[in-house]
């Protein structure tokens, strides 16, 4: 019996770094600053678990779902069969979190919508956007709960956050729970700035991984893994 999810596809390395895929039940983190790259890293996974059968849920707070369309195929990860298949549900948070009103709800909100979760996978891109408004400690340890359960039943999720947009108990909060944790930045290789990911913690890891992996970006190819990385 299969343990993971894998992300795996053509003329790519991605999936090897990160010890073949995503382990089911996970609940995953992955930090960084806004542009550091978690966003593409998210997307990578996406695309890779479609063209493995796995269905999978994108909660967005950046892109409508025409954008995250025209954005997906900008970097060659083409999904509008997959959405008209409804291998992926697409929900858009946008338009709702750009209003002026600050709404108060988003945690309730989340752990009621239970269609959210109906996917092998989910990823939250970013959960620190949606709930910063309303999380707190005690909101935060109700959130974990929810996500641990949702993981408990073998699915994986997978949620970024931005370090500051919510305060640091609720971070500390989710950090702990995690299966897997990692954090994208930018570092700087000679007279390149590249985009780093660092796993700082990987239970249940399908294969062998590499904490430290550099990348960039490349219009209609996607993420491009260095193949050698500087620490």
Do not use: W
């Not at 970097?75 to 108060?104: C, D, H, M, N, W």
């Not at 989340?110 to 092998?120: N, R």
């Amino acid at each position: 019996m299969v343990s993971f999810y894998s992300v795996q596809i053509q003329n790519d390395e991605f999936h090897k770094k990160i010890g073949g895929g995503i382990p089911k039940g996970t609940l995953g983190v992955i930090i960084g600053e806004s542009g550091s790259g978690k966003s593409i890293v998210c997307q990578r996974m996406v695309y890779g678990l479609l063209k493995n059968d796995v269905t999978v849920t994108y909660l967005s707070t950046q892109f409508t779902t025409v954008d995250f369309v025209k954005q997906m195929s900008s970097v060659g990860y083409s999904v509008e069969k997959e959405i008209i298949a409804g291998k992926l549900k697409f929900f858009p948070v946008y338009p709702l979190i750009s209003l002026p009103r600050k709404r108060q709800d988003y945690v309730n909100r989340l752990i009621s919508a239970k269609h959210v979760f109906d996917a092998e996978v989910i990823i939250i891109d970013s959960l620190s956007s949606l709930v910063k408004f309303d999380i707190n400690p005690e909101s935060a340890i109700d959130l974990v709960a929810f996500l641990k359960r949702i993981s408990a039943t073998g699915r994986s999720v997978i949620a970024t956050a931005v370090p500051g947009e919510i305060d640091e108990s609720a971070m500390l909060e989710l950090e702990t729970a995690s299966t897997f944790l990692a954090e994208c930045s930018l570092k700087k290789f000679g007279s390149d700035v590249k985009n780093m990911m660092t796993i700082k913690k990987y239970n249940l890891a399908p294969g062998q991984y590499q904490k430290q992996i550099a990348f960039r970006v490349e219009p209609k190819i996607g993420l491009v893994v260095e193949i050698a990385a500087v620490a």
